[in-house]
């Protein structure tokens, strides 16, 4: 079930709201436990059992923790079984195949027979809710986080359905309180009703059209590929896959705030980066502090050294790249970006960062970061390689196929086109270049505020209908973060 389908639009999330803002506190808990585990049975039927396993199993290992670090035992030997059971479970999950299949491979260059490659299904968001138990356990050994000892807000923890399936991937600090003490204030309900409005908008009216017009071009022989449709295609696909995953963040987040929970942030315009560095600390920004948090530093961070602080970012990115996904192409996807964070950091890197002007900068990260998704996107590595040749080969003909003319068509180019000025901080720049702090120094007055109100409401009961109407006149509505 997605949040862009009328079965969660008009069935399943008006009746978890009516039943647990007008249930009693006591129920709350349990009521959002059960709707968070049919919202998972619906798409993957018996691998709830999985996931409840998951959940079971981490709440002993963190009661265990717990009560080992109070005796004095051996809490660092249960953590690491803790973390062996869950890297266990999602290497198993989604990794099996591609092991066997590379196995397979070197066995037949090697002249021997190869090995049978198992079908072995991929439970969706099972890297989300496995980093976030992964979390749990490790806060509670560390003692910054008290463990929880009532299994139904454990369960909750990890499975509140908001955010399940793509994130963001939630500490259990940011929550752990709400789980607690229920409480939903009207500005939070209706803020978060109006940042799911936003969400669903980018997803359904921005992402989906793109996306369409990306998957086609996509589908081209590289070698045929003018590089201005090659450029088409790849800055669609960069726009497209910033506004499927931003604008699930954003349902996720005001899902969360209509229920009483407040989510991190998961997206700051990483389009707007001047380097490499800033647009990881723009860009799903949840998962690169996990990956801060529970890698690099233990590994060392920048505390031993220039070339074991070039090791440990070359690790976190690998590892970050096969996080995404079970093939070559997003493990060079990942290493891609780790050497332009170790590029940045070396003398060179740094000086030219600091001798470009401003504008140079953004162009700079911006080229790295949509050759990067040209390389995430491919199907393979020889295709990803073709196609980013085809971006640079300017003196190639042009491609007519009446296909072309049906994608990239007037819709493609307007959404294209808001795409591109939305994915920077419109506002803010407008307010900087107004010298202002906030638009309420301009919008004064009574009359003057409940007309900003009314075109607000308008604005949002328009992004609604029109995704509604799109919803429902197409069946194209893929969320691309489903397969991590």
């Not at 990115?317 to 093939?327: D, I, K, N, R």
Request: glycine share 8%.
């Amino acid at each position: 079930m997605v949040f862009s389908s009328t079965v969660f639009l008009f069935l399943f999330l008006p009746a978890v709201l009516v039943s647990v803002l007008f249930c009693g506190k006591a129920l709350r808990n349990l009521i959002l436990l059960a709707a968070s585990l049919l919202f998972y049975a619906w798409g993957e039927s018996a691998y709830v059992l999985l996931m409840l396993a998951s959940i079971a199993s981490n709440h002993v290992f963190g009661l265990l923790i717990d009560s080992s670090k109070k005796r004095g035992g051996c809490s660092g030997r249960i953590l690491a079984l803790g973390i062996i059971a869950n890297l266990g479970l999602l290497g198993y999950f989604k990794y099996t195949g591609f092991l066997v299949g590379n196995l397979s491979d070197l066995l037949q260059v090697a002249g021997l027979p190869a090995v049978s490659n198992p079908e072995v299904h991929l439970p969706i968001g099972i890297s989300f809710f496995t980093f976030q138990a992964l979390s749990y356990i490790v806060d509670v050994y560390k003692g910054t986080e008290t463990v929880q000892k009532n299994p139904i807000k454990t369960a909750l923890y990890i499975s509140l359905f908001p955010q399940l399936i793509a994130g963001p991937i939630v500490r259990y600090h940011d929550i752990a309180k709400e789980l607690s003490e229920w409480r939903v204030t009207f500005d939070d309900f209706f803020s978060g009703v109006q940042r799911f409005i936003i969400g669903l908008g980018k997803k359904v009216l921005v992402a989906n059209v793109l996306g369409s017009t990306a998957d086609y071009l996509f589908s081209l022989p590289p070698d045929r590929i003018p590089a201005g449709l090659a450029w088409v295609g790849a800055i669609a696909y960069t726009l497209q896959i910033y506004y499927d995953f931003s604008g699930y963040s954003d349902m996720a987040i005001g899902l969360g705030r209509m229920f009483g929970f407040h989510f991190p942030e998961n997206f700051n315009y990483p389009y707007f980066s001047r380097s490499m560095k800033e647009f990881w600390r723009r860009w799903h920004i949840s998962l690169s502090s996990w990956f801060k948090d529970y890698l690099y530093l233990p590994l060392g961070g920048n505390r031993k050294g220039a070339g074991r602080t070039y090791f440990n970012l070359v690790v976190v990115f690998f590892l970050c790249g096969l996080w995404h996904g079970a093939s070559w192409t997003f493990v060079t996807w990942g290493l891609y970006h780790g050497f332009f964070l170790v590029w940045e950091r070396l003398y060179p890197g740094r000086k030219m960062l600091e001798w470009m002007p401003s504008p140079v900068q953004h162009l700079y990260t911006l080229v790295a970061v949509i050759i990067g998704w040209v390389i995430f996107r491919a199907d393979s590595i020889g295709y990803a390689m073709g196609y980013v040749k085809a971006m640079f080969s300017f003196g190639r003909p042009d491609l007519f196929n009446s296909q072309i003319f049906i994608n990239v068509n007037n819709n493609f180019i307007l959404t294209f086109i808001i795409a591109i000025i939305f994915s920077a901080p419109v506002r803010e720049i407008i307010l900087k270049a107004l010298n202002i702090d906030s638009l309420e120094d301009v919008i004064t007055g009574k009359f003057s505020g409940a007309v900003w109100q009314l075109l607000s409401f308008l604005s949002l009961g328009f992004i609604y209908l029109y995704s509604i109407s799109s919803i429902l006149g197409s069946d194209y509505n893929p969320f691309l973060y489903f397969r991590f």
